[in-house]
C-alpha cells in the first residue's frame, strides 16, 4: 500500500513539472530570403514581419474593418532617425524576441552592432522602436 502511495505521488509530481510553459526565444534568421515572419511563444499578437535588408518591422494586427480584418502595421522608429542600411542589398538587420515578455523584441543591425527595443505607447497603442544606447 505505501509503495502505491510513493508510485501515485511520483506521477503527479511528475507530471505537474512535465506541464510547466517553458518560453523560448526567437530570432530571425541572418541567412536566406529578405523577409520573415517571426512569432513570439508568448502571444499571438507579437508576430512580426521583418525586411531583414532595410529592418523595416510590421506586426500583425487586427482591424475594425471587416473586408481586411487582419494587416501589417509598420512598426516606427524613434530616437535616431530611420537608418539606411550600409549594404542595401543583402541582409542587415535581425529580430529578436525573448522568452520571457512580450517587451522583450529587440531589432539589431548585425554590422553596426545599434539595437533598438519594441515599445507599445499606452494612449494610442501604436508599437514603435526606440533606440538602447551603449
Not at 481586411?68 to 522608429?77: A, D, G, N, R, S
Not at 541582409?91 to 529578436?96: A, D, P, S, T, V
Not at 517587451?103 to 533598438?116: A, E, F, M, Q, V
Amino acid at each position: 500500500m505505501k509503495n502505491f502511495f510513493v508510485t501515485l505521488l511520483f506521477c503527479v509530481l511528475s507530471s505537474i513539472v512535465y506541464c510547466q510553459e517553458t518560453f523560448h526565444a526567437v530570432k530571425s534568421s541572418i541567412n536566406g530570403g529578405r523577409f520573415e515572419i517571426v512569432q513570439s511563444d508568448i502571444a499571438r499578437r507579437q508576430t512580426f514581419k521583418i525586411d531583414k535588408y532595410t529592418g523595416k518591422v510590421y506586426v500583425y494586427v487586427k482591424t475594425r474593418d471587416e473586408t481586411k480584418p487582419f494587416t501589417w502595421e509598420k512598426v516606427y522608429w524613434i530616437g535616431d532617425i530611420y537608418e539606411k542600411p550600409e549594404n542595401p542589398n543583402q541582409i542587415n538587420y535581425q529580430l529578436f524576441l525573448g522568452g520571457k515578455a512580450i517587451s522583450d523584441c529587440i531589432l539589431i543591425n548585425i554590422y553596426t552592432g545599434k539595437t533598438w527595443l519594441l515599445f507599445t505607447d499606452s494612449e494610442t497603442e501604436q508599437d514603435f522602436f526606440s533606440p538602447i544606447y551603449e
